[in-house]
């Protein structure tokens, strides 16, 4: 729950704020703005087929663990170092390229997500999907009302693109502690709160 809700500030602030970022940054017109904002969505959706493949190579090589651990991780980290880097471009171009890494980044983790709730969940994997996916919203939900609080409070974007690089790096700790060997009926305590929750 707290590597999507991770994942989700960063994806969501593509949805939600990018355009009006690029096109004031860097004083772009309607039009220019909204083609420089296409690519970096275009980007996570090359980033999701790219850890869906990559997963499934690793996972065919009998490595459960690591099939949804290494993809997961290296997505954070480029959308940890994507966001940093945002902030610092001096032109839209690069901070496109930025954005879209990041972006890629974040959707790379998308593929190991859901695998690892059928993992633990086994046939309540549905729950646990859902329970996961609502702790994403908030992320999401989080998104939209921080960037422009920070920016008000701060007076720089350069606040959010940290917070949102620290949850990538917090999302990293998550996955190297997450087991899809440890499955949520072994704990029957947690099947009856997920369903409490979703």
């Not at 090589?61 to 880097?85: E, H, N």
């Not at 997500?113 to 059928?118: D, G, R």
């Not at 329970?131 to 939209?144: P, Q, R, S, Y």
């Amino acid at each position: 729950m707290v590597q999507y809700v991770c994942c989700n500030f960063t994806f969501y602030f593509t949805l939600t704020w990018m355009y009006s970022y690029i096109r004031e940054t860097y004083d772009l017109g309607d039009l220019e703005a909204g083609l420089y904002s296409a690519v970096p969505l275009i980007a996570g959706a090359v980033g999701n087929w790219i850890s869906g493949a990559w997963l499934d190579s690793i996972y065919k090589k009998g490595q459960l663990k690591l099939s949804r651990q290494i993809p997961a991780i290296v997505g954070f980290a480029l959308a940890g170092v994507g966001m940093l880097m945002v902030s610092q471009q001096t032109t839209a171009i690069t901070a496109i390229i930025f954005l879209s890494i990041a972006v890629l980044g974040a959707d790379m983790t998308l593929s190991p997500s859901w695998a690892f709730c059928i993992d633990i969940g086994k046939e309540h994997s549905a729950t646990v999907s859902g329970v996961m996916n609502m702790a994403g919203n908030l992320g999401a939900f989080v998104t939209i009302i921080a960037f422009p609080y920070l920016l008000k409070w701060t007076g720089s974007p350069f606040s959010f693109f940290i917070v949102s690089a620290a949850l990538g790096l917090i999302a990293i700790i998550m996955w190297l502690l997450m087991n899809p060997h440890r499955t949520i009926e072994e704990k029957p305590e947690l099947i009856a709160q997920a369903c409490i929750w979703h």
